[in-house]
């Protein structure tokens, strides 16, 4: 998507609708980060005066440039440099999980709101002590979870808010992605295939996703879990490429993810959601990308479909959410808790499935 297109789709936020106050936005990456091409569109948000790429290697800064065409960039190899010089108001870091925290810690220390690639950590212990200080700093550490900003989730939220569907009584997710990936062999020396340096496998990589889209939906936090996580493809890598969790929420209702490289290309997704009055299936790349279904008086009759028109750039809104929230003019889309449950809610799942016990989530 070419700038002009992209601050057009920007531009029904709240935030250009009245005067803007830009702030100075900023990455800090590595080429090992994951997702930098949607990440150097930070610079092409509504509401980023200036912006700074920094990266200790300085192999990103000619990708970044040519993202951004004719936008000017300051370009840092140092991040406490660039912090105390720049002084960005928001943060978007993705590079190999082991350097991570060192980066969040740079960027938090010195006053900024982070949007972070997942998993942010190889411990969960490294991402507690980041969150403590996130609040101590009256910052935001936000993971970065596009996912919830899908319009087809925001409204299934609403759905369930407004009673349609009733008490929940049980969740079937799945995540699943291409398995060709894994047979690459420069996919076997990257982080992605370590869990010594990634942390974990196709469970904190994709799968979280819907771990907290569920809980974001429903309001409802995970109790428990169990976890089964394996290498079914057999391919020379550290962590798992399938992993089932099912689970048990504070509120009684129970839940299965299934996550895994099985398909041969592409992705496959679902949320279905039962409830005591109703239901619902989130489908975000078929047609009909909602349909739901309510026996409630005040919900209409019948079965109920949202469709998409066009495919719906779900970083390009997560990312204007940041830039939003840095300048005050919402909330966070992510909070420091949401991102310290969500991976709660992993490593739970995988202690699970190392220890064969289920397990509470903190």
Request: aromatic share 10%; hydrophobic share 45%; charged share 20%.
């Amino acid at each position: 998507m070419q700038r002009r297109g992209f601050l057009q789709g920007a531009a029904g936020s709240a935030f250009v609708q009245g005067a803007i106050v830009p702030i100075r936005a900023a990455l800090m990456i590595e080429p090992a980060g994951d997702h930098l091409g949607y990440y150097y569109r930070t610079g092409l948000c509504a509401g980023v005066g200036e912006f700074a790429v920094c990266d200790e290697t300085g192999e990103t800064f000619e990708a970044a440039r040519k993202a951004l065409g004719h936008r000017p960039i300051r370009s840092f190899r140092d991040p406490v440099r660039m912090m105390t010089e720049f002084r960005p108001q928001l943060v978007v870091v993705s590079m190999e999980p082991t350097r991570m925290p060192a980066a969040l810690e740079v960027a938090l220390r010195h006053g900024a709101h982070v949007v972070v690639e997942k998993p942010g950590c190889i411990r969960l212990e490294q991402f507690e002590k980041l969150a403590s200080l996130a609040g101590t700093s009256e910052r935001q550490l936000m993971l970065a979870m596009p996912t919830r900003l899908h319009p087809a989730v925001i409204r299934a939220r609403e759905i369930i808010q407004a009673g349609w569907i009733g008490r929940p009584y049980g969740v079937d997710m799945l995540w699943l992605a291409d398995q060709t990936r894994l047979r690459n062999p420069a996919y076997h020396r990257t982080w992605k295939a370590s869990r010594s340096r990634g942390g974990g496998g196709k469970l904190i990589f994709h799968g979280i996703h819907y771990l907290d889209v569920i809980r974001y939906l429903t309001g409802d936090r995970i109790a428990n879990v169990c976890g089964f996580c394996r290498n079914v493809g057999g391919q020379p890598i550290e962590v798992e490429d399938a992993a089932v969790v099912s689970m048990v929420f504070a509120g009684g209702m129970v839940g299965t993810l299934n996550t895994g490289y099985y398909l041969d290309q592409g992705y496959a997704h679902r949320v279905a959601l039962w409830g005591a009055d109703g239901w619902f299936r989130f489908t975000p790349k078929e047609p009909d990308v909602l349909t739901w279904y309510s026996v409630a008086k005040a919900a209409p009759r019948g079965i109920q479909r949202m469709q998409e028109t066009q495919p719906v750039q779900v970083y390009d809104l997560m990312l204007q959410a940041a830039v939003d929230f840095a300048a005050g003019r919402r909330e966070p889309f992510m909070t420091t808790a949401d991102s310290l449950a969500a991976l709660r809610t992993v490593f739970a799942a995988y202690r699970a499935a190392d220890t064969g016990q289920a397990q509470i989530v903190a």
